[in-house]
């Protein structure tokens, strides 16, 4: 019974910490009282950065990957089912989509998911960033580098671990997760390529 109590409470947990809007309150502290009703209107690092200035991206990102990194890691002390801590990663992320602190209208779990990979599947992280980067260098938009890179987690996760492994399926939920949140960015792309 309290084992069973502890997995809720870790759950609940981890969807509160996800939730924890990053970019509404550094945007707050600076000065904006809503920067929802700013540029694209999302709480994320990218938009409070055109607000901003580009420092506020790096501390955004920081903070939102180093929270789901961190309580991950927590959660590796207690329990050592992976498919527990994918629940757990996937609860986090949610969290940032959908926080309920703002009605359900987060961020696009790029940050996030930074975290969550780095602290479950550490050897992944160099690859995906080496993409992300080198898409962000050609294309100059981030949401664009984001789309390709959780594009090419999947891939090199189900190499590594497999597709029938927990990691190898979070990886491809992450993934379509950050396409979804990302659609209004990459129907642009697809746009401004075509027009």
Known sequence: MIWMITEALVACGAYLVGAIPTGYL??????????????????????VARVLGIQFFFLIVFIDAIKAFCYLRYAQRIYSHDKYLCAIALLLLLGNIFPIFLGFRGGKGVATSVGIVAALMPELWGYVFGVWLTILAITRTVGIASVIGALSMPAIACYQYGITHAYGQLAIVIAGSLVLTHRENIARFVTTLFA
Do not use: F, M, P
């Not at 000065?31 to 990218?46: E, F, H, L, W």
């Open 26 to 47: 550094v945007a707050k502290l600076a000065g904006i009282a809503d920067i929802r009703n700013y540029g694209s209107g999302n709480i994320g690092g990218t938009n």
